[in-house]
């Protein structure tokens, strides 16, 4: 009988030119399971990440336990407990040291792999358009100094990884916030909402700002309800007729991918916003999505019960 933790992990061949074919071969898999786990039920996984090396994998279960998976030695290698609502969403930071888990309960929290410490960042400041600041998206910037979380109560919020100063609530959405990703270069932010938009934030100033001052960036008001912040969204995207569930940057910092409620994925021209391409083919809400680091293919998961890879070249 199989136990009610179990990852199936799918081989398939890697191609860059040409793109990836899908059906070349049958696929293989590595199915890594949880001995420890309950026997009765199953535990719901909301959320996955590899690790940079692609050695590991981590895990938000239904039980709000981590799980770090030694994918070669199909078992688990570390148990992280502590957060007391649904796991939704998890980074690796860039050298695969910390892992960032955010929660239903209001908190991030941030795990050392090799040592299993880790620290808590508690949302204290909610927003009363819902008050609601429940954590749905969570996202370490390339360098590992910054963290930022999206919310249900519409605020993005930037921490300093290291102390875990709240540094800035960035603030626009007029709904939840599904989703947030760091362009490569960690100067940008995109988020993406339940209010059918997406976001640019130039990062910036507030980097400027926080090399010059520290995380002592957080204490001048930025923070506080009634001030305006640091960072303002300098480009909105405009298109998706129902809820943006994922985001996603290229690279080269030339695109911002997105997935929708409305089943559809649409490319935008990072630098003016324009909608560049629709992709159709889903049959429900578009809710994960991520482009391969080298460019060229584009994978989606949906409420469909499928997951789709996608090439594209540019011009």
């Known amino acids: ?53 692609g050695k590991l994998l981590a895990t938000g279960a239904e039980d709000r336990k981590i799980r770090v998976w030694d994918i070669a030695k199909r078992r688990v290698r570390q148990v992280f407990d502590g957060h007391s609502q649904e796991i939704y969403s998890l980074d690796f930071s860039r050298d695969g040291r910390r892992i960032v888990s955010g929660s239903g309960d209001k908190t991030m929290r941030i795990w050392d792999v090799l040592d299993g410490s880790s620290r808590t960042i508690t949302i204290s400041d909610t927003d009363s358009i819902n008050n609601d600041s429940g954590v749905t998206s969570v996202a370490i910037s390339p360098d590992g100094c910054f963290v930022a979380a999206g919310s249900l109560d519409t605020v993005v919020r930037i921490w300093d990884v290291a102390t875990g100063a709240l540094l800035d609530r960035l603030r626009g959405h007029e709904d939840s916030v599904y989703s947030v990703a760091f362009t490569s270069d960690g100067r940008g932010l995109v988020s993406g909402s339940l209010d059918k938009t997406l976001k640019f934030w130039d990062l910036t100033e507030l980097l400027n700002d926080f090399a010059t001052n520290g995380p002592s960036i957080g204490n001048k008001g930025s923070t506080s309800k009634n001030t305006p912040p640091t960072v303002t969204s300098s480009l909105e995207f405009v298109g998706h007729k129902d809820f943006v569930l994922s985001v996603s940057v290229s690279n080269d910092g030339r695109w911002v991918v997105s997935g ?43 409420g469909d019960n499928t997951a789709r890879i996608w090439s594209y070249t540019t011009t």
């Not at 990852?7 to 049958?26: A, G």
């Not at 935008?268 to 391969?292: E, P, R, Y």
């Open 260 to 302: 929708s409620k409305d089943r559809s994925v649409h490319f935008w021209d990072t630098h003016n916003g324009a909608l560049q391409l629709t992709l159709q083919g889903h049959k429900n809400s578009v809710i994960s999505l991520d482009i391969n680091p080298l460019g060229g293919t584009l994978a989606t998961g949906s």
């Open 1 to 53: 009988m199989s136990y009610p933790i179990t990852i199936l992990i799918k081989r398939t061949p890697f191609h860059h030119h040409p793109p990836l074919k899908l059906m070349d071969d049958f696929p293989q898999f590595s199915v890594v399971e949880d001995e420890t786990a309950p026997k009765a039920g199953d535990l719901y996984i909301r959320s996955v990440r590899f690790s940079p090396d």
